[in-house]
């Protein structure tokens, strides 16, 4: 049974400080990787989709990459602002039915 | 972009009675929809995958009789909530899926359920 983890739970940074979030999955059969925000009460921002064919994907400060072999992806976001402040989910798709299956999220605030 | 919505937003409710929540995709036809609960300060569980003309299949330990789930066209699904009970008071999230869309599923922005 797929499962995923992230690190860490929670992370406080100061405005502009660079920070990478962790993701981990058990099972290595994956078909794609996707990062997600959320912002409280709300439903989910899609931020980047890598392939399990793909190593990495970038869009404007967030760089995410995937590496199958290891069960491992890390969100980069460069620069961190206070708009970035969320929870990020990760979650991977796997198998011929298309199921996501999501980890526990990281808790991400941002100081002025 | 891909628009999924979801009606309503937020809804209360008295303990034993149903409440219906609605999943739809709005410019594009979805084959397959899921639908999520999220409990406060949790990540997000698959209840069910829904496929359009077709029973829905229902994760482990989720009761199908209590959430009914009816995917009547590529474009709607809902989930009734039946003798709904405090316990049951949540965020449910739906997503769709289309074979056009290279394996992403667009996701909805969720409806707040609290049962009284």
């Known amino acids: 049974k797929q499962e995923v983890t992230q690190i860490p739970a929670a992370l406080s940074v100061p405005e502009g400080e660079n920070l990478v979030l962790n993701c981990s999955f058990t099972d290595s059969a994956i078909y794609n990787l996707q990062w997600f925000r959320q912002d409280p009460g709300k439903g989910l921002t899609s931020l980047l989709l890598?392939?399990?064919?793909?190593r990495e994907q970038t869009s404007g400060r967030l760089n995410a990459s995937l590496d199958k072999s290891s069960g491992r992806s890390t969100l980069y976001i460069a620069a961190s602002q206070p708009g970035d402040s969320a929870t990020y989910l990760c979650?991977?798709?796997?198998?011929?039915?298309?199921?996501?299956?999501f980890g526990t999220g990281t808790l991400l605030a941002v100081q002025p | 972009g891909a628009v999924v919505s979801q009606h309503p937003s937020w809804v209360i409710c008295k303990s034993g009675t149903s409440v219906k929540i609605e999943c739809r995709s709005l410019d594009f036809q979805a084959t397959t929809m899921f639908w999520y609960r999220q409990f406060p300060k949790q990540s997000l569980m698959l209840m069910a995958t829904?496929?359009?003309?077709?029973?829905?299949?229902?994760e482990q330990g989720v009761e199908k009789d209590k959430f009914l789930i009816n995917h009547a066209s590529l474009t709607l699904s809902t989930l009734t909530v039946t003798s709904a009970h405090p316990e049951d008071s949540s965020f449910y999230i739906c997503?769709?899926?289309?074979?056009?869309?290279?394996?992403?599923?667009?996701f909805g922005p969720g409806t707040r359920l609290t049962v009284t």
């Open positions: 890598i392939q399990s064919s793909q």
């Open positions: 997503s769709a899926y289309t074979s056009e869309s290279s394996y992403e599923q667009y």
């Open positions: 979650a991977v798709e796997g198998g011929a039915t298309n199921k996501l299956i």
């Open positions: 829904s496929n359009e003309g077709s029973k829905a299949t229902y």
